[in-house]
């Protein structure tokens, strides 16, 4: 059987090329005879630059930048023919602060515009930046104030970084100059900017933002709208996708961003549709299999594809909670979790690696029956 192995990354335990690799160990040692093909995923978030270096090769650059508050962390950014592909994840990523640590209010993506800034300097004609698992809602203004625009206050001094000075920003001092590079924002997110669908009120309590918080971002990312709405000659606060990455996705389309889907572009780099062609059995998987996941996160839309050619499609998860007919809906055959094939989720999580790879083991031998 010709077994097409195509997981995204699972929470924070396993990157999605350790995952499909996983994967594909238990699967030969189940059902040696099978014909494997290995398509890591991503959507945008974290992961993003791996999977396409996975899929491209290209030269990774490694650069030490600012993280989400401050403190140096080193970042990766992918160059092939041209393009730069850099995702937010890895300069203000939610899982470089400590939980104990992290401010709502503080966190920034200073570090993202530094990385955009040495894309810049290789003279590169496009850069592709992945949105998702930021722990930042400044809207992108850490950017802005990397790449010469500063939000400064009534009093002309600059602003702390953050999003939640903005609310007494007044303008900008400074501008961005791209040049004639391209810009594109990558991401499966299409929240507004503002609003109950907004960056604060959806994702500021994920990241650590309380109501006080969340009300103080609401106001600040207001604000920086307006500023936003001068650099990009519009009211760019309800475009889809302005609310990603904590309003990050508003800071790239008042630069001229077009924003494009982060698994669409991941699907069409790596060859997805060719390989989905030729298989008999499709094997994704992720995390956390749950009711997020039916609302077009990555697994869905690989069990979609499948589905629209007849072939089946299963789900290898850390936790499944999604219903057999719900799962059905979205075109997956059946979903297995890992928490469930081992005893606890402790458990699954002590070897990530092997227990996934036992799963898989066990789902062969099932599927080649």
């Known amino acids: 059987?010709?077994?097409?192995?195509?997981?995204?990354?699972?929470?924070?335990?396993?990157?999605?090329?350790?995952?499909?690799?996983?994967?594909?160990?238990?699967?030969?040692?189940?059902?040696?005879?099978?014909?494997?093909t290995l398509c890591p995923l991503a959507d945008g978030g974290p992961g993003f630059v791996e999977v396409l270096h996975s899929a491209l090769g290209g030269h990774l650059h490694r650069r030490q930048v600012a993280g989400p508050l401050g403190a140096p962390v080193d970042a990766l950014?992918?160059?092939?023919?041209?393009?730069?592909?850099?995702?937010?994840?890895?300069?203000?990523?939610?899982?470089?602060?400590?939980r104990e640590q992290r401010d709502a209010l503080a966190a920034n993506t200073v570090g993202v515009g530094e990385l955009i800034a040495h894309a810049l300097e290789q003279k590169v004609h496009t850069i592709v930046v992945g949105l998702g698992g930021s722990g930042s809602t400044d809207g992108g203004s850490g950017m802005f104030r990397a790449l010469g625009a500063i939000p400064v206050g009534d009093d002309g001094e600059p602003l702390p970084p953050g999003g939640g000075p903005l609310v007494d920003g007044v303008r900008l001092a400074g501008r961005v100059d791209l040049g004639d590079v391209t810009l594109v924002a990558a991401s499966d997110v299409e929240n507004p900017l503002l609003g109950k669908e907004g960056a604060a009120r959806v994702f500021g309590p994920q990241k650590g933002a309380d109501d006080l918080a969340v009300r103080r971002l609401e106001r600040s990312l207001a604000r920086w709208a307006e500023l936003l709405g001068d650099v990009a000659g519009r009211d760019i606060r309800d475009e889809p996708g302005a609310g990603a990455a904590g309003g990050f996705g508003a800071g790239l389309i008042a630069l001229g961003a077009t924003v494009e889907s982060g698994a669409g572009v991941v699907r069409r780099l790596t060859g997805l549709d060719a390989a989905l062609d030729q298989a008999q059995l499709v094997v994704t998987g992720e995390g956390s299999f749950d009711f997020q996941s039916l609302r077009g996160k990555l697994v869905t839309r690989v069990s979609g594809a499948a589905a629209e050619r007849g072939t089946p499609c299963v789900v290898l998860a850390g936790q499944v909670s999604v219903g057999r007919r719900r799962a059905a809906s979205a075109g997956v055959s059946q979903a297995y979790a890992v928490a469930e094939h081992v005893g606890s989720a402790e458990a699954s999580l002590a070897d990530p690696a092997g227990t996934l790879s036992a799963l898989a083991r066990h789902v062969s031998a099932q599927w080649r029956l």
């Open 77 to 98: 950014w992918l160059e092939h023919e041209g393009t730069a592909y850099l995702e937010c994840a890895q300069a203000c990523g939610l899982t470089l602060v400590p």
């Open 1 to 36: 059987m010709r077994v097409l192995i195509a997981p995204d990354c699972f929470g924070g335990t396993l990157t999605a090329p350790e995952a499909a690799e996983a994967i594909a160990a238990g699967w030969r040692s189940g059902a040696p005879d099978d014909e494997l």
